[in-house]
Every structure is written in C-alpha cells, then in structure tokens.
C-alpha cells in the first residue's frame, strides 16, 4: 500500500507565497514522475507541473515562472514552491506519482489533496 500525503496548503493574500510538500510512504521499489495537479470549483483537474526521477521539468503555461517543483528522491518528496500567487491560483492540488511497485510493474498513486486559496 503506497500513500502519498500533501501539505502546506492555506489561505494567502495575492502576490504571496506557499510551499506544497508531498510524501510517498509505504512499500515500493522507487517512484518515477511526481507532479501536482490542481481542481478549481466547477473545472475539470488540471496538471500544475511535473518532474521526472532525474530532475527535468514540465510547467502549465499559467504558472511557468512563478512555481518551481523540486524533489528529493531520498526523502520520496516532492514539492511546489508557488510564488507570486494569483487569485485564480485557487484550487484543491493533489500530488501525484507513477510508483514502480516491482521489477515490471508501475501505477499512479494520487494524495487526497490540499486547499490552496488566494484572496484578492
């Protein structure tokens, strides 16, 4: 059983920052991609950013330049430094990986997620 739980989420005035950290526990061989996504009410999820073991990134357009994801493989972490936030930055965002749970087999394990709120 794997488990990934998010924290750092709340509420923040626009322009400011928070810091999302993810954690996968359990047993598994390693973890692939993480990534965060994110659920604004009434909107489908959508993917924030994503990171591959080795470190290479992939941003949404709306958030290139102010949100940087990180990982530390040794703590199975990743995280989301979101800055400058904006109002519409709004949403609950989940974590996610694709968890290696044997020599051949892999499958994507999703957080409950955390609330995010901007306030104008």
């Known amino acids: 059983q794997v488990q990934l739980v998010e924290s750092g989420g709340g509420l923040v005035q626009a322009g400011g920052s928070l810091r999302l950290s993810c954690a996968a526990s359990?047993?598994?061989?390693?973890?692939?991609?993480m990534g965060w996504y994110r659920q604004a009410p009434g909107k489908q999820r959508e993917l924030v950013a994503v990171?591959?073991?080795?470190?290479?990134?992939n941003y949404a357009d709306s958030v290139k330049g102010r949100f940087t994801i990180s990982r530390d493989n040794a703590k199975n972490t990743v995280y989301l430094q979101m800055n400058s936030l904006k109002p519409e930055d709004t949403a609950v965002y989940y974590c996610?990986?694709?968890?290696?749970?044997?020599?051949?087999?892999?499958?994507?394990?999703w957080g409950k997620g955390t609330l995010v709120t901007v306030s104008s």
């Open positions: 990171i591959t073991r080795g470190s290479t990134t």
């Open positions: 996610n990986a694709e968890v290696r749970t044997s020599d051949v087999d892999a499958l994507t394990y």
């Open positions: 359990g047993r598994f061989f390693s973890i692939n991609d």
